[in-house]
């Protein structure tokens, strides 16, 4: 199918970036946008949205419809049936011409002001100052237009001030920005916007040397992000291509030897009484590292540091030797030796929060003065800006897949048709490959996941008879195969805009398909995973806010990522069982009397009438107890009619607001097990009642959440592939810092 997507499908994004580039109004982001789809990632994925397939998708459903083994004729028959019996209206023709019109002048509109953007910004760092952006657009129709512009502020939030008083707006913010200012102008507004851009674009003055230096950043700023998605899951390629990007900048473009280490933020257990966190440094220029690599940094020490954290902006100390609060790593060097330049900046995540530093200084360079200039300082925020993307954006896949493996587990220890799950992670490709896959790992049929120390890559042209994951990937739909004689079902991980960031390959063995009850096992397995990364892709790019359901989520990032999978599923449980009716409860007590009477009828022996009466009583009992943190009413009690007074109303609502991992909440843990161990979910399936199939769940779920609550953090240890032990740049091995966000 490779060949024939290369030949017929083109992205949206290709096709608008074409149509601009032969555009002469827009010469001057003419180069801006042929970099974007030079550094554009991962290409030829469709976007599944649930209600239409492109011509990709389409295709893949009828491949998947038909068969591996049908027939030419059979197609034929399939295509002369679409042809003949496949009809349109001319109102829905209408809307789906609109549609695309939409879709493609949004695609136009996002490239147009993207170029901008990095036209404007032209030392990379990441935002534009609000006020002088103002200041040209209302200089737009010499001033006619200034009133109706004023008026879009009234429609947007802007971030915060910073110390200086200047709002400053990233990339995103800025089209939002424009967006809402062309539309309280007059005219249709594609035209309106295109305007407004090549205004804007002609008003912007900038020198060959700046536009080269502007290139030369680009590219550095973008190897950052492009280490993180070819990273395999590790940091190492994220440090080692921020401090080339500084290196690089710094002889290139301002004649300086310079040294940097990055600190992030953790908190401090061992010694509170310093200060509640504590800087460690992670990373740093090689030749530092004997002096800088994990060493700490506490409040009560000097250092500027922890100034750049509470006031979240940068601080350059142009000469070091005269200002008394700098602290030297490297306490060998005499003080004639102290000289340079310092600069601290913040590491920030979506939400503006900081969680680390990254410091640069000239205190090698053999110059007694060199000071940082203000387009070297606003290079170096970009660089902190893009470091802290790739960051989150590694810490992203690792929780995924922390996830994954979590899901697969709880899967295992339910199901017996699955022999193996392999698990990848979408990357792009240097070759002529649209992307390729990273094998993360191998999970057998007993759980034991194998986490590859140096994860391989899988190209579609080297890997034949893995092209069922291409495919899968190529469409985000489920793809079942065949291979070596085993079949296979691949699912697609999501990303949030609908395409594959990832693919589970089950392999079920030599049969053809999983039994039905396996089969919704595996649904619900996706189902949670899907939801997770949603949530964790959500959060790391700021579109939502994170949300602590669970007391137990406070603990740390690790810790949390560990019980998303089971948060998440509790959360759907909450959400069925709200649903319930309460008479499906009263024909659960009704069910003993009912059945005695008639168990005939309904082809019932006596035997399993009374295994059912006590599958209802065992699970109904266990649920109490997690309702009622009251136990000793419960010590003598075994007889069910003084149970059955516990069965009200409330006890749903009691139940959906219960935080099993609170600190407050004391569970009998050993009495409910000892209720809930004899019935296998197989008993639980056959039965075939929802209350009891939910609340079995929902008893296990909160069993298995308590017991993880209870796990010291050294037994939590995310899925990650082996640290290398060669670069050329020196890192931490330490982990914790991410506990502290």
């Known amino acids: 199918m490779s060949d024939w997507k290369m030949k017929y499908i083109k992205s949206e994004d290709e096709e608008q970036a074409k149509l601009i580039c032969d555009d002469s109004r827009f010469t001057d982001l003419h180069a801006t946008i042929r970099s974007f789809q030079t550094y554009k990632g991962i290409k030829g ?16 459903l009828l491949e998947t419809f038909v068969g591996e083994d049908t027939s030419l004729s059979v197609s034929q028959s399939l295509v002369s049936f679409f042809q003949k019996n496949f009809s349109e209206t001319k109102q829905e023709k209408i809307k789906a011409l609109e549609q695309a019109r939409r879709n493609s002048f949004q695609v136009r509109r996002k490239i147009l002001l993207e170029a901008l953007f990095e036209k404007w910004d032209n030392d990379g760092s990441g935002f534009l100052d609000l006020n002088e952006i103002d200041d040209l657009l209302y200089t737009y129709k010499e001033g006619m237009e200034r009133e109706s512009m004023k008026k879009a502020k009234l429609h947007i939030n802007f971030p915060k001030p910073s110390p200086g008083h200047e709002v400053k707006l ?27 851009v090549e205004f804007l674009m002609s008003s912007l003055e900038r020198t060959h040397t700046e536009g080269l230096r502007n290139c030369a950043r680009r590219k550095w700023l973008h190897q950052i992000q492009h280490a993180a998605e070819t990273s395999g899951v590790s940091l190492e390629p994220v440090y080692t291509e921020t401090f080339r990007a500084l290196t690089q900048d710094a002889e290139a473009h301002g004649n300086k ?9 953790e908190e401090n257990v061992l010694l509170p009484e310093r200060g509640h966190v504590l800087l460690r440094n992670v990373a740093c220029t090689l030749d530092d590292a004997p002096f800088v690599l994990n060493k700490v940094l506490y409040r009560d020490m000097k250092g500027i540091s922890f100034t750049v954290v509470d006031e979240g902006k940068p601080i350059h100390v142009p000469q070091v030797q005269h200002h008394g609060n700098i602290f030297f790593w490297n306490s060998t060097r005499s003080k004639n030796e102290q000289n340079g330049s310092f600069l601290a900046l913040p590491l920030q995540d979506a939400y503006m929060r900081i969680f680390g530093v990254l410091a640069v200084d000239t205190l090698r360079d053999p110059r007694e003065i060199n000071i940082f200039l203000p387009h070297e300082i606003r290079f170096y925020q970009g660089v902190a800006n893009a470091f802290s993307a790739a960051y989150h954006y590694v810490h992203s896949r690792e929780h995924i897949l922390h996830t994954v493996l979590t899901g697969i587990r709880w899967l295992f220890g339910i199901t017996a048709g699955i022999t193996t799950i392999t698990m990848c992670f979408t990357e792009p490709s240097s070759e002529q490959e649209d992307y ?31 092209d069922f994951l291409f495919k899968c990937t190529d469409t985000s739909e489920v793809i079942l195969a065949s291979s070596g004689g085993e079949t296979h079902i691949a699912i697609p991980l999501r990303q949030i805009s609908g395409e594959a960031i990832g693919v589970l390959d089950v392999n079920i063995g030599r049969s053809r398909m999983l039994v039905y009850q396996e089969y919704k096992d595996l649904q619900k397995m996706m189902k949670m995973i899907q939801n997770v990364s949603y949530e964790i892709l959500g959060e790391v790019s700021g579109e939502i806010e994170k949300q602590m359901v669970l007391e137990m989520e406070v603990a740390g990032e690790v810790k949390r990522a560990a019980i998303l999978f089971f948060r998440t599923m509790l959360q759907d449980l909450r959400g069925c069982l709200r649903l319930l009716d309460s008479m499906e409860f009263v024909s659960l007590l009704l069910y003993e009397h009912k059945h005695s009477v008639d168990f005939l009828q309904e082809d019932l022996s006596p035997q399993e009438v009374e295994a059912n009466v006590t599958l209802i009583h065992d699970i109904l009992k266990g649920v109490i107890l997690f309702s009622q943190q009251d136990k000793d009413p419960f010590r003598d009690l075994e007889e069910w009619e003084r149970w059955k007074f516990h069965i009200n109303k409330y006890l749903v609502e009691e139940i959906c607001a219960l935080d099993p991992t609170a600190s407050n909440v004391e569970i009998n843990v050993e009495l409910i097990t000892r209720y809930i161990q004899d019935h296998s979910r197989t008993q639980v399936w056959k039965f075939k009642n929802i209350v009891i199939e939910l609340l079995y769940h929902w008893i296990s779920i909160c069993l298995t959440l308590i017991e993880l609550n209870t796990q010291q953090d050294s037994f939590i240890v995310p899925p990650l592939p082996k640290k290398s032990t060669t670069t050329i740049y020196a890192m931490s091995s330490e982990r914790s810092f991410r506990e502290k966000l």
């Open 45 to 60: 994925r469709s976007a599944f949205d649930g209600v239409s397939l492109d011509l990709l998708q389409f295709v893949q």
């Open 170 to 196: 990233s990339s995103k913010q800025f089209q939002r920005y424009i967006e809402l200012v062309v539309s309280e102008l007059r005219g249709n507004e594609d035209q309106v916007l295109e305007n407004v």
């Open 257 to 265: 030897k310079i040294s940097a280490h990055i600190s992030l933020l």
């Open 436 to 466: 390729v896959l990273r094998n993360m790992m191998l999970t057998d049929h007993l759980g034991v996941a194998e986490i590859h120390a140096d994860p391989p890559t899988i190209s579609r042209r080297a890997c034949i008879f893995r």
